[in-house]
């Protein structure tokens, strides 16, 4: 393992030992699909979307 992936792996809750599914629509999918770039797993795309998210300044 290199040391970028350890401390990646390093980051994520030790207790994620499966995976999870999140029930989205096929649109939302394929819309979060397109944001992901070369080895991104999807945990990371949602992890770096999450932090750039301010509730407060979102519209509904």
Do not use: C, F, W
Not at 10 to 36: G, Y
Not at 43 to 56: E, S
Request: glycine residues 4%; charged residues 30%; negative net charge.
């Amino acid at each position: 393992m290199s040391i970028n992936a350890a401390t990646k792996a390093a980051d994520h809750d030790p207790a994620m030992t499966t995976d999870t599914r999140i029930p989205v629509s096929r649109a939302t999918r394929e819309l979060v699909k397109a944001q992901k770039r070369g080895g991104e797993t999807y945990d990371d795309l949602l992890r770096n979307m999450v932090t750039q998210y301010d509730p407060d300044e979102a519209k509904n």
